[in-house]
């Protein structure tokens, strides 16, 4: 948990100083265009990845069940097996208030 922050990808984009500077010591282009481009990154997020699946009807649910009898001993047994093929994932929602991206750098407090 918590490997896609931007610090482990070698630049910071929330502010001017840190390790944003290293790539652009080393005079590539490519790196150089990245780190400005995220010099006016917002710090808001407004996207996240749903965490549903839609199954074969069309049904959409964080996980799915079907009934499947066991006969054990002469005597019928229902039981729930969980079913983890043919899910499609739901795919990335658009949030209805925009949070505060985590690697923000500003302690936030009310006075």
Same mark, same amino acid.
């Given at each position: 948990?918590?490997?896609?922050?931007?610090?482990?990808? !070698?630049?910071?984009?929330?502010?001017?100083? !840190? *390790? !944003? /500077?290293?790539?652009?010591?080393? !005079?590539?282009?490519?790196?150089?265009?990245?780190?400005? *481009?995220?010099?006016?990154?917002?710090?808001?997020?407004?996207?996240?990845?749903?965490?549903?699946?839609? /199954?074969?009807?069309?049904?959409?649910?964080?996980?799915?069940?079907?009934?499947?009898?066991?006969?054990?001993?002469?005597?019928?047994?229902?039981?729930?097996?969980?079913?983890?093929?043919?899910?499609?994932?739901?795919?990335?929602?658009?949030? /209805?208030?925009?949070?505060?991206?985590? /690697?923000?750098?500003?302690?936030?407090?009310?006075?």
């Amino acid at each position: 948990m918590g490997g896609s922050s931007s610090k482990s990808k !070698g630049y910071w984009p929330f502010g001017g100083s !840190g *390790s !944003g /500077d290293e790539p652009t010591k080393e !005079g590539n282009e490519q790196s150089l265009a990245r780190v400005r *481009s995220f010099r006016n990154a917002t710090p808001f997020v407004f996207t996240r990845r749903g965490s549903m699946f839609f /199954d074969e009807d069309g049904d959409l649910a964080h996980e799915f069940y079907e009934e499947t009898v066991v006969t054990k001993n002469g005597r019928k047994k229902v039981k729930l097996k969980r079913i983890q093929k043919n899910l499609i994932p739901q795919g990335i929602i658009k949030l /209805d208030h925009p949070c505060i991206h985590v /690697d923000f750098p500003v302690v936030i407090c009310e006075v």
